[in-house]
């Protein structure tokens, strides 16, 4: 089955700066590639997400960008700011078979004021 | 608005009980998810289920069933609770493009979690 690494697990920049996390996926066959992000006691929620017909996509100060052929995609956000301190999660699914997301183990992201 | 809720916030049950914890979406969505999440092991999908009455294993459903008799409603069931079952609980729910393909409406779309401990 799939199966989703995500690095680094923790991340702690100042604000302003850029954070970059960086996932890796097993499955060829994977097509979607959404980003959730967590904040303290909070339930996730998707912030972007790219499919595999597009190499990177942008939304404001977030960005995502994938390479198929590494099967690699990582998560870039700019500008950053105190409430972007989460912890941010990426996954992968599928058309075919079993649909189902499969997630990376987190990157808990600290912005430093 | 979607709109995901779970029966509890925090549950507290002692070894070998049966637990029931629900989830209930109210956006007709046809894919419903329980998942756990423990520290550094990000979300773990237990079951998973596409329509009513149909059910299918995730990555570790071992000491778990699920029922889905309506499909506003999914319901986790822990058999027999164990301690190494103490974690948070989360249900998510999304559209199934009925084409099959991939699609933003795939979001998935979180309730608040359950923390159940286990004693």
């Known amino acids: 089955g799939e199966n989703v690494e995500q690095h680094p697990s923790t991340l702690s920049v100042q604000e302003g700066d850029s954070a970059v996390i960086k996932c890796t996926y097993s499955?060829?066959?994977?097509?979607?590639f959404p980003w959730y992000k967590q904040e303290l006691g909070k339930r996730p929620q998707l912030i972007i997400d790219?499919?595999?017909?597009?190499g990177e996509k942008k939304d404001q100060r977030i960005a995502v960008t994938l390479n198929k052929t590494a099967k690699h995609f990582s998560l870039h956000i700019t500008e950053t700011q105190p409430e972007d301190s989460a912890v941010y999660f990426c996954?992968?699914?599928?058309?075919?078979?079993?649909?189902?997301?499969?997630f990376g183990s987190g990157t808990r992201l600290q912005v430093q004021p | 608005d979607v709109k995901v809720t779970q029966s509890s916030r925090y549950l507290v049950k002692r070894t070998g009980e049966k637990v029931f914890l629900e989830c209930v979406q109210d956006?007709?969505?046809?894919?419903m998810f329980w998942y756990r999440q423990d520290p550094g092991l990000g979300l773990r999908l237990i079951y998973f289920?596409?329509?009513?009455?149909?059910?299918e294993k995730g990555d570790i459903p071992e000491g778990y069933s699920v029922s889905r008799e309506k499909k506003e409603r999914f319901s986790l069931i822990l058999e027999s609770a164990s301690t190494n079952q103490t974690s948070m609980y989360l249900c998510?729910?999304?559209?199934?493009?009925?084409?099959?393909?991939?699609?933003?409406?795939?979001?998935?779309?979180f309730g608040p979690g359950t923390r159940l401990t286990v004693l």
């Open positions: 790219i499919r595999s017909n597009v």
């Open positions: 996954a992968a699914s599928k058309d075919t078979g079993r649909r189902a997301l499969t």
């Open positions: 956006m007709d969505h046809e894919n």
């Open positions: 998510a729910s999304s559209f199934f493009a009925p084409d099959g393909t991939i699609s933003s409406t795939d979001t998935q779309y």
């Open positions: 289920s596409y329509d009513v009455k149909m059910k």
């Open positions: 499955d060829s066959a994977s097509n979607y």
